[in-house]
């Protein structure tokens, strides 16, 4: 048996099982003279899916297309198998508890949140990841929740200062931002991109000569 046809009969198993959210049948073609951008999109993703059925990415973007038309049955099923191929796809995890949300079931959002949160609670770095996801998808707080979780893990973290620095840029608490800017630049000064945001904020740094160790150099310096 192929390898689309031995995941196709898996999905199949899991899906009488009650483990897969799944419309009765596949999701028919697109049928010929409907152009619009969304239909011709589905088209070409459901061509990627004839030549590679177990593609995570392939399903994520049809889930999302189906979402945004409000069509949940197939939106959940695309997304369960995205989550399938590859059960580390943060953003279709994210995806999927703003469907329930967009759907008007907070309970079963706030099930799977909670669920996909307790997954990768003892890995901060996937928890950020997933923090990220959040944040994409509209969702701030469940993803100051990963953000803040992570940091307690492991406060030591440049990665996860910055993207914490991040969330408080892109929601204009600049005060807060600038803070994580510089505890995750003492941290690791070798960044470019974080030099260049606490310029903006005011706060003067030193960048380390090339070659040099990436960690507690360049300290900022507060005007």
Same mark, same amino acid.
């Given at each position: 048996?192929?390898?689309?046809?031995?995941?196709?009969?898996?999905?199949?198993?899991?899906?009488?099982?009650?483990?897969?959210?799944?419309?009765?049948?596949?999701?028919?073609?697109?049928?010929?003279?409907?152009?619009?951008a969304s &239909?011709?999109?589905? /088209?070409?993703?459901?061509? *990627? @899916? +004839? =030549?590679?059925?177990?593609?995570?990415?392939?399903?994520?973007?049809?889930?999302?297309?189906?979402?945004?038309?409000?069509?949940?049955?197939?939106?959940?099923?695309?997304?369960?198998?995205?989550?399938?191929?590859?059960?580390?796809?943060? &953003?279709?995890?994210? /995806?999927?508890?703003?469907? *329930? @949300? +967009? =759907?008007?079931?907070?309970?079963?959002?706030?099930?799977?949140?909670?669920?996909?949160?307790?997954?990768?609670?003892?890995a901060p770095?996937?928890?950020?990841?997933?923090?990220?996801?959040?944040?994409?998808?509209?969702?701030?707080?469940?993803?100051?929740?990963?953000?803040?979780?992570?940091?307690?893990?492991?406060?030591?973290?440049?990665?996860?200062?910055?993207?914490?620095?991040?969330?408080?840029?892109?929601?204009?608490?600049?005060?807060?931002?600038?803070?994580?800017?510089?505890?995750?630049?003492?941290?690791?000064?070798?960044?470019?991109?974080?030099?260049?945001?606490?310029?903006?904020?005011?706060?003067?740094?030193?960048?380390?000569?090339?070659?040099?160790?990436?960690?507690?150099l360049g300290?900022?310096?507060?005007?």
């Open positions: 048996m192929s390898s689309k046809g031995y995941a196709m009969v898996c999905a199949m198993v899991l899906c009488s099982l009650g483990l897969f959210g799944c419309p009765p049948t596949r999701p028919a073609r697109v049928a010929q003279g409907v152009n619009t &239909d011709i999109r589905k /088209a070409e993703l459901l061509r *990627q @899916l +004839d =030549k590679k059925w177990e593609n995570p990415v392939t399903h994520y973007e049809l889930g999302q297309l189906y979402h945004a038309e409000g069509d949940w049955s197939k939106a959940d099923w695309y997304y369960d198998q995205a989550i399938g191929f590859n059960p580390a796809y943060r &953003d279709a995890q994210a /995806a999927k508890v703003k469907m *329930q @949300l +967009d =759907k008007g079931d907070k309970s079963k959002s706030e099930y799977l949140a909670s669920m996909f949160m307790t997954q990768v609670v003892s770095e996937q928890l950020m990841l997933l923090g990220e996801a959040f944040e994409k998808q509209g969702l701030d707080s469940y993803a100051l929740k990963c953000y803040r979780d992570a940091l307690k893990a492991q406060p030591d973290s440049y990665k996860i200062n910055r993207q914490l620095a991040y969330y408080y840029l892109h929601k204009n608490d600049n005060e807060q931002a600038k803070e994580y800017f510089i505890r995750s630049f003492n941290m690791n000064s070798n960044q470019p991109d974080v030099a260049n945001e606490l310029g903006k904020l005011g706060v003067a740094v030193r960048s380390p000569e090339p070659g040099t160790s990436p960690s507690k300290q900022p310096i507060r005007p």
